[in-house]
Structures are given as structure tokens and as C-alpha cells.
């Protein structure tokens, strides 16, 4: 058989600053680096590399780079080399092809062709050192009128709500997709931070119960893990339609990722295949949608709000509108950026529409119907900044979930191979040796520490705008201009053209 | 303010200084040193006369050590000790205590050899008063006889050795070291230093002659200097006469004290429990005097301390070959070679009691310390702990605690 | 008194504490020119049960027996209570390596013994171990 396979990158080691020590070795899981005793030096397979960095950083000398394999096929703009190599793999396997993480493709990125205001001669610039500056938000439903007593207090019952103090979450990872340990930073993080983390499909770990306060339990398809104490544990309870990374089909974590406490959580057997199928089997229909809405809060006593997610898909506007009347509390809608543990490659690069279109488009509909109010939404698919959340939070978001940007703080290379098991970073495996990796102390101070800094950098952008509070960015599309987007982009997104007053 | 009065003034000394101060800061504290000088280390006097070190740094603490703890140093030798006043009197002077130590240590033994008085140059080695006669004595060159193939005879000769080559070591012993090596060590240990040093083994002195030894088997060596080496016998003196239990040496509890109130005694002068025969023995050895004079301190000062872990031991690298052993060598004896090294390991009831290493003695503390907490051996297997040990033979929680928190010794 | 202590539960046995310790005490500014082609010998030393790693170095007890051994005063505490070596003073008797219950001292190919010294004898100043492990399995605190 003739392999077919090119290697996709090239270790370089520079011999003059290697002094042997070995880390490399030790610590990639993909078997790169040996010792070659004889020889007296170090020796890479390149063809096993992922780029996951992980000796590069390690490296104490810095004498190691990971490039492009420059092994170049016959340039050709349609015939890419990468549909070439792809169709090699399949043709010897006969294989869906799987990926991890979200789309790399060269659609465009929205966010990275909006552009902020800032305040200069009227309506000044607010210092954020100076003044207070409200970056609190509460998602779920909003009352449409308040009444007040004789004192003043409030005495409509107000529905329940979230409490965040900045508008971001940490978007669904299943426990078994990602390690305990990168729970246990999540869960840390979110606590420490006043926000909250989600669980995914793979039920919610008991050791984890401690930080319900900050917890949202999500109901996928598959049911995993779901029970009266998930339920009752929850802040709050996430109905998961779909995912942006795969919309339409529900999602696969291999038998072989099923052991001990993964499958205890999910509560299926160990070793078997974990697959969510497409629909929920008893939504079949808004109103079935409706009526699951309705049981998840009887049964919780209508004290959680409950969180609907979709994939953002090209008729993303009527469901929301759907799911807006459908007594959900808030509407989270995950772009076709958003990550995932594995997806099938055609899948995840092809289906799906981007967030900030659809976040445009679902905010003007549930505005133009009145509903707007009846639920908050938050987006996700691709947060990689916090330029991302104030234009998101512009375009109509009352908050965002950040997936893949978490796992980057927590040392994420996004070389995009958790489907093999085999994170070097100890994120997106359940060996227990790599797992250690990730010492959660570490990894939830790193997560705080990102956070703290958006927050700050939030409030910077803000104070800039003149504006001192996230409700008075929401939906504030006159804050943001396009450049270089096309009429239709614009009309979409409901913004102004750069240059356009 | 309490009264502490330390006779002696050497290692065993120095562990009850820093075992009264850590319980009693202010503390008067007066030492009376026979010998005259202030603390040095007598271990240290063979690698003087070898020039590993110098005799500056044999005050291995400083010549100001007791200037530095606040503590008065009187060179006199103590004469009396009166109980029943609380007194010691030392060259006319009288000496008040409350608490007091005897660390009077021990003297070489001198048999009364038919024709000594004959000898010349005739040395012990034991003092740095020894140790600077004797190279006195080298430095004018010629042949020595070293009577004693013990620890201070053989170290004696490493001295030596930067004067001469002319070196006889005679013992009645059928080998040298034969208190501190096994039969198979020491039979290694001579095998290794036979083309260094002349052995004269199984050879009882019969007399001297002038500048020859002559003995029981009719051999005669002639020498210039002659050292002898033949051990040494615990100065028990002032305390017999005043009625303290005396075996071969003071003998002491744990606690360090004798049978007299207020009466404490440490070092080489006394018989105290060693933890691995558990039985009162004179151990004569560097740590035990340490440990034992700062468990008499503490005691002395009202803090309650007990001196259970005390075990033989010994370290030393004579002529390049490196001997370590803690123990008793008793029980069920396991062999093993690596490379040119030769190791053993003595167990009984699962616990080991001993262990002898020539050559490489990494991480052999970690074998003493099974000894001393008297910890089971387990699963261990004996050859492999020979061969080599690390923290990782400990019992997980024991090792976790040790490298991750508090962790007593 | 600030100590080294180790979380086993997170040492990935990556050795990276060995070439960095190696690095501090080789008073070399520059790491490569420190390491390349030596074969070191560094005061903390990764060790195995065959389950889990861990890093030992000198625990700087409080009640240290290598001194009690020690017949040449090379070993003694200094005033913050760590345990300083003089290499000067050593006159490789090995006393102190018959008494270390961890294994953590050693005598070198000089001939004289050589442990962990908190950092406190080269120019890092803190322990750079601690301050190299990538997973916080090396910590330098109080307890």
C-alpha cells in the first residue's frame, strides 16, 4: 500500500541550543521525540506531530519550532492540497472525516470588520478608573410592567433570573469531551468570578455539586446524566436543540472516552458509545418544545430559568422568535465557529451560518415582534476577545458564552486533535497521565485572570463610548460601523456603513 | 535564672548548649573545658594531619563558639563534684550548679606493654595535643608502627600517609576494622588496602624493645614512631567516687540521666540505650554524643526529651574506600556485589537491624532510617534495597508527607 | 521558614526541576552554554515508584540530622533555618549521607557533599525549580 499521508508539519530543532534534557520526549503524547542513546541526540518523527506546541513551550533552552511541512503539492486555488490529502484518507478508509474544534475555513469573520465608536467632543469619554461602571447583567425574562407598593418595593413577582457580573459564560464542554480537571478550573473560575459554567451533555459530576450556584445543567438529546439532583442542582437548565459546530446532528463521544467516572456521570456502561441522536425523540415540534420547557420548571418549582440552545442556522430568526414564546427564559445561539470535541469535518466546515448575522437578525425579529423582552440572549461561536463581546453585545446580545477562548486560556493550542484522546495539555483527554497536566489551581487562576482582564478592557471600550453600563450597550447598533461589508451585510447586521454618520 | 554547669568540653557539650537554649533562652551556662581548648572536633584531627583540612577550621564552629552562644568557657579540669551542696570545684575554685552534665568523654587506652617505657617516639591519637605531637614527630621523617587496625588506627595511618609510606598496621584481630566491619567487609576493606599498608594481622604485642616490636607469633617490626591505637576507655571518674551507677561507662535513661538528682551525663563517658539490641551499651560515636548531650539539655532546662533512636553508625572513606554501616550486624544476612562494591543487609522479624556498604553509599540514610523507626520491610525486596534505594520504598502517606508538609524525623 | 514542598499529585515527571537546578548552581548566566553537553547532577532529583513521580530535595528539617553527623561543621543552619553546606569545610566523611532519611544529600565527584541550598548560594535568590515546574508540583512557601 502506498501512503499516501503527508505530513502536515515539521519539528526543527536547533542542535546548537538542545542540551538533551529529554522534556520533549517525556511529555508528547504523540510518541514526536526520542533519545537516541547511540547517537547522543534527540530525534523527531515529525509525520506523528499535531502542533499542539506543547515542547516548544516546555522546552528549557527554546531550541525547538514546529513549521508547515513545506512539502508542497501543485499549487491550485480549487484543487487546495488539503481536499487532496482529504479524499487520500478516504479513499484508504472509507471513513467520515472527523475533526475538533470549530471551522477554520476562510468564510469571513464578521466581528473582524466591525468597528467600535468612541466618544470625543459631545457626549465625552467616561473614565473607568473613576466612574462606576456597570457590567452587571441578569439574563432571563423581563417583566413588562413594574409595580411598585406604598414604600416603593417592588411587588411584581419578577420571573427568575441569572446573576452575572460580567456578560460572559463558560460555554458547554461535556465532562468526558474535556478532563475533571478542566471542570474542576471551569467550576472554580466561575465562582471565583460571579458568572457561570455549563456541563454539557455529560451529566454533572458529584464531586462538582459544591458549585451548583454557578452551575447551568444542560438537557441534550441523549439525556446523559440527566436526573432530579442534576436538575435540582442546577442555577439554572439549558435545553440543547443544537450546537453550532453541528447543526442538525447530535454529538459522539466514543466508547472508548467512556470510563469510570465519565461513564458513572453519564450513566451509560462503560464503553459504550455515547451518541446523542439528532432531534430530542420527544420534541418534535415548537410545542413540544413548549411542553419540555414547561416540565423542566414544574419540576423545579419554576425557581431556574431555562436556556434554549440552537445552532445558528439560516432560519435561526423564526425559531427564536418560536422559542421566545415558547416560555423559555433565555436564547443561547451558538454560531458555525463554535468548537466541539469531534464533528464530522463536512459537517462542521460547511453547515451553519456566522453568529454576528444571525445575533443581527434574531434581535431585529424579536424586537420587530415585540418579544424581545420575553427572553435574553446569548451568543456564542467563536468569543475570541473582548472586542468580540462588546460588538456582540452592540449587535444585541445580552451575554456570551466562550468555549474554545476557555480552553485556550487554560493552555489550548486549538491543533484541533482532541478526537484522538490525546491532549498534551491535559484539556480534551481522560488518560489520567495526561490529565494531571492540568492542575486546575493553575488553570482556574489563569481563567480569572483572562476574564478580569476583558472585564477591565470592557470597561475601557465603554468608558470610550461614553456609555457606563452593558444595558445601555445592548442592541446599541449605533455604536458599531462595517468596513469593507456589502449592503446586504449591512442590512443584516443593522449597522452603518464606516464614514456614514 | 538556672545554673547549668557542662564538664567537658566537646561535642556532647555542644548538643547540651543548643538543647538548653532551645528551651531556656536566657540560661547561665558554664563549660569547663580539661582540655584547655575551645570546641573543636576531634574527628577532624586525622584529615588535619593528612592537610584535608587546616587546624583553623578543626574549631568547626569557631574559635569563639562559646563567646557567640553566651556561654562561659572556663579552662580548668574539674576535680570534685559535691551533691549535696551543688558544687564543683576545679583547680581551687568552686563551681555552684543546679543542673549538671558530665561529658567528661574518654581517654586512649595504654596497657601496661612489657618494655613501653622503653619506646621513644611513643604517640596515641586521640587529641589535638596528639595529633600536633605526632606531626611534630612525623616531620622528622621515619618508619611508623600503628598498634591498632581499628577506626582510629587505620584513620591515624591515612594521616600518616602524607608523611610516609612507611606504614606497619598490627592488630591481634584477624582483620582491620574488625569492630566496625563484618568479617566479609573487612576481608574487602583489607584486600583493597593491602598494597597501601602493611597489615600485621593476628599479631598479639608480646614487648618493645627500644625501636622494636616484638610479637607473640616471634615476628619483630622496627619502627621510629610508634602510635597506639588500641581504644579507648570512658572517664568515669568523678562520678564513681560520688556512688552514680557505673557499668563500663556512667549509666544513663533516656533522658540522659544518671542515678544522682540533677546529674546528667553524655558522649563517650556513657552507657546508653541504643534502640536496635534495646540494651544500654557505650556507642562512643559523633551523633550520639550530639544527640544525646542536646536530649540531656533539653531535660536539663524542663523540657521532657527522649533519646530512643540511638543506633551504631559509622561513615568514613579510608585511602579512597568509602565504608558506611548503621546497626547491628545480626539476623538474616543478604549479599550483594555491584561493580567492585560490596553491600549487606542484616534483617530479623521483617525490620532490618543493620546494613554495611563499601563504596557507593548514596541515599543510605534512607536504609538507617528503617533501622531507627524500626519499620517494617514489607514487600521490599532486601537485594533490590542493596542495590539501590529513594524515597519511594517509604509507605505512600509517609513519603507525601514528607516532601508535601510537616514531617517528623 | 519558606520551604520547598512537593505535590506529587501534579509532577508530571517531566525533569525539567533537574536541568533548571542544574542551570542555577552552575553559575553560567547563559542555559544553554550551562547544560549543553554536561551530564548533571542537580540537589533535586526525580524519583518513581513506578505509579507516580516526585522531586526530592533537601528538606531543611528543623531538627536537622545531617548536622548532628556532621564532624567538620560544613553543614549548619543559617538564620532563616535553612541548611547551608561549606563546601570548604567538607572533608567527605559521609556522615551525612549515612543519616539523611530522605536521601537528600549527597557527595559529588569532588568529593565533598552538595544538597539543595533553597537557591540561596547562586544569584536566583528563590528556588528555581519552584519557580520552572510547569504544573505546580514544586512549591516554595510557608506552611
Known sequence: ?501 | MKKYVLIGGSIATEGAIEGILSADKNADITVLCGEKRPLYSRPLISYALEKKTTDEKMYFHGEDYYEKKGVKAVYAVAEKIDPAEKVIIAEGKEYPYDELLVATGSKPFVPPIKGLESVGKKHTFYTMDDMLELRADLEKGGKVLIVGAGLIGMKCAEGVKEYTDDIVIADMAPRPLPAATTPEAGAIVQERLSSIIDFRLNAALDHFDGNKAVFGSGEEVTFDILVLALGVRPQVGLLKEIGAEVNRGIIVNEKMQTNLPHIYAAGDVVESYEAVGESKRLLQLFPSAYLGGKTAGKNMAGEDSRFLTDIPMNATNLFGVRITSAGLFVGEKTEVTVGEDYRALYTEGGVIKGFILIGDSARAGILTDFIRKKRPIGDLCAKELLAGRDLSVYPAEERRAALGGKYEI | MKKIYVKEEWCLGCHLCEFECAYANSGIGNIVLALKDKEIDPNVKVLSDGKITFAVSCRHCDEPLCISACISGALSKDETGAVMVDRSKCVGCGSCVMVCPYGAVRITKEGTANKCQLCMNNSCGEPLCARKCPNGAIVYEEK
Not at chain 1, 471551522?103 to 468597528?115: G, M, R, S, T
Not at chain 1, 452587571?136 to 409595580?147: D, M, Y
Not at chain 1, 484541533?416 to 487562576?445: F, H, M, S
Open chain 1, 1 to 501: 500500500m502506498i501512503d499516501y499521508n503527508v505530513a502536515p508539519f515539521e519539528v526543527v530543532r536547533d542542535y546548537d541550543k538542545c542540551v538533551n534534557c529529554r522534556v520533549c520526549e517525556r511529555q508528547c503524547s504523540n510518541e514526536v521525540h526520542h533519545y537516541e542513546e547511540g547517537f547522543g541526540k534527540m530525534i523527531s518523527d515529525s509525520a506523528k506531530c499535531v502542533d499542539c506546541q506543547r515542547c516548544v513551550c516546555l522546552c528549557p533552552t527554546k531550541a525547538l519550532k514546529i513549521v508547515p511541512n513545506q512539502n508542497a503539492f501543485r499549487p491550485n486555488a480549487n484543487w487546495q492540497q488539503k481536499y487532496l490529502t482529504e479524499i487520500y484518507k478516504q479513499a484508504e478508509s472509507g471513513g467520515v472525516l472527523l475533526s475538533s474544534m470549530g471551522n477554520p475555513e476562510p468564510f469571513p469573520v464578521y466581528f473582524d470588520k466591525i468597528l467600535i465608536n468612541a466618544s470625543q467632543v459631545t457626549n465625552p469619554s467616561i473614565d473607568p478608573l473613576r466612574e462606576p461602571m456597570e457590567t452587571r447583567v441578569f439574563l432571563g425574562a423581563k417583566p413588562q410592567t413594574i409595580e411598585r407598593d406604598a414604600e416603593g418595593k417592588i411587588v411584581t413577582k419578577l420571573p427568575p433570573r441569572l446573576k452575572l457580573s460580567m456578560p460572559v459564560m463558560f460555554s458547554a464542554m461535556s465532562y468526558g469531551s474535556i478532563s475533571y480537571n478542566a471542570h474542576a478550573a471551569l467550576a472554580r473560575a466561575a465562582e471565583a468570578l460571579g458568572i457561570y459554567y455549563n456541563t454539557g451533555e455529560g451529566g454533572l459530576h458529584k464531586d462538582f455539586y459544591k458549585y451548583s450556584a454557578n452551575t447551568i445543567v444542560q438537557v441534550a438529546s441523549g439525556r446523559f446524566g440527566v436526573h432530579k439532583d442534576y436538575l435540582e442542582d442546577g442555577a439554572a437548565i439549558e435545553i440543547k436543540i443544537g450546537q453550532g459546530a453541528k447543526p442538525g446532528i447530535g454529538g459522539h463521544l466514543p466508547g472508548a472516552k467512556i470510563v469510570g467516572d465519565v461513564s458513572k456521570t453519564r450513566m451509560i456502561p462503560e464503553g459504550s458509545d455515547a451518541v446523542s441522536p439528532a432531534p430530542h425523540h420527544d420534541i418534535y415540534s415548537i410545542e413540544d418544545l413548549r411542553q419540555l420547557v414547561y416540565s423542566i420548571k414544574e419540576a423545579t418549582e419554576y425557581k431556574k430559568p431555562v436556556i434554549v440552545k440552537i445552532a445558528a442556522v439560516h432560519n435561526v430568526a423564526a425559531i427564536a422568535s418560536g422559542i421566545a414564546r415558547s416560555g423559555a427564559d433565555i436564547i443561547a445561539i451558538d454560531g458555525f465557529r463554535g468548537g466541539t470535541g469531534a464533528a464530522p469535518t463536512r459537517i462542521r466546515d460547511n453547515v451553519g451560518i456566522p453568529i454576528e448575522l444571525a445575533l443581527g437578525s434574531v434581535d431585529e425579529r424579536l424586537r420587530e415582534e415585540n418579544i424581545r423582552d420575553n427572553v435574553s440572549l446569548v451568543v456564542a461561536g467563536s468569543i475570541r476577545s473582548s472586542a468580540d463581546v462588546v460588538k456582540a453585545i452592540c449587535l444585541g446580545a445580552d451575554a456570551v458564552y466562550i468555549g474554545s477562548a476557555s480552553l485556550v486560556a487554560m493552555g489550548c493550542h486549538l491543533c484541533r486533535t482532541c478526537n484522538y484522546g490525546k491532549c498534551n495539555w491535559g484539556i480534551a483527554t481522560q488518560r489520567p497521565d495526561l490529565v494531571k497536566r492540568l492542575n486546575p489551581d493553575i488553570a482556574a487562576e489563569r481563567l480569572i485572570n483572562m476574564l478580569t482582564a476583558w472585564n477591565h478592557e470592557i470597561q475601557e471600550m465603554m468608558g470610550g463610548m461614553g456609555i457606563n453600563s452593558i444595558e445601555a450597550l445592548r442592541g446599541n447598533r449605533l455604536m458599531l460601523r462595517g468596513v469593507g461589508l456589502n449592503e446586504r451585510e449591512l442590512a443584516v447586521l443593522g449597522i452603518k456603513h464606516a464614514g456614514e454618520v
